[in-house]
């Protein structure tokens, strides 16, 4: 479920960029360059959950 949760949501706040971005800057929406963008973010943002470590730091006195 946190792999789909984290793609919806990239795809859509990456869409809405693409959208803002090519509004701004007088230039055809291309909806398919978001989709990319979006994988290409969920999958940066899965590695580098993979690589981060969960354990928290032991407390030194």
């Excluded at 984290?6 to 809405?16: A, D, G, P, Q």
């Excluded at 701004?24 to 940066?44: H, K, T």
Aim: glycine share 4%; aromatic share 14%.
């Amino acid at each position: 479920m946190q792999y789909i949760g984290t793609f919806v949501w990239s795809f859509l706040l990456i869409s809405l960029v693409n959208y803002v971005v090519s509004a701004v800057q007088n230039v055809p929406f291309d909806f398919m360059v978001g989709v990319y963008i979006s994988i290409g973010v969920s999958i940066l943002i899965f590695v580098m959950s993979a690589v981060i470590p969960n354990e928290t730091a032991a407390e030194k006195h």
